[in-house]
């Protein structure tokens, strides 16, 4: 059984920063490519930024310069710095992995989500 969590959210003024984190918890192998994706009431899910098992990282434009995704691939787990937030990065932020299972195959996992406001 496998479990991925994130942490992090909350509420911050524009300009501000804050630090998800994302941490894959049970039978796991090993963490492949890791992708944050957000989503604002009445839009679709969007992918933010996305990393592979051996670092290479691309963004959204909307977040190129201020997000930066890192991992720590000894813990199981991948962060988003989110530096001078923006009214628009409000939304729920997900985390989604391909995870190899302990003597099993591939498979994708979803986080439950945190939320990110940020305010005026």
């Known amino acids: 059984h496998v479990q991925l969590v994130e942490s992090g959210g909350g509420l911050v003024q524009a300009g501000e920063s804050l630090t998800l984190s994302c941490g894959a918890s049970g039978s796991v192998f090993s963490m492949n490519t890791v992708g944050w994706y957000r989503q604002a009431p009445g839009n679709q899910r969007e992918l933010v930024a996305i990393?592979?098992?051996?670092?290479?990282?691309d963004y959204a434009d909307c977040v190129k310069g201020r997000f930066t995704i890192a991992r720590d691939n000894a813990k199981n787990t991948v962060y988003l710095q989110m530096n001078r937030l923006k009214l628009e990065d409000t939304a729920v932020y997900y985390c989604?992995?391909?995870?190899?299972?302990?003597?099993?195959?591939?498979?994708?996992?979803w986080g439950q989500g945190t939320q990110v406001t940020v305010s005026s």
């Open positions: 990393i592979t098992k051996w670092g290479s990282a």
């Open positions: 989604n992995a391909d995870i190899q299972v302990t003597g099993r195959e591939v498979a994708d996992y």
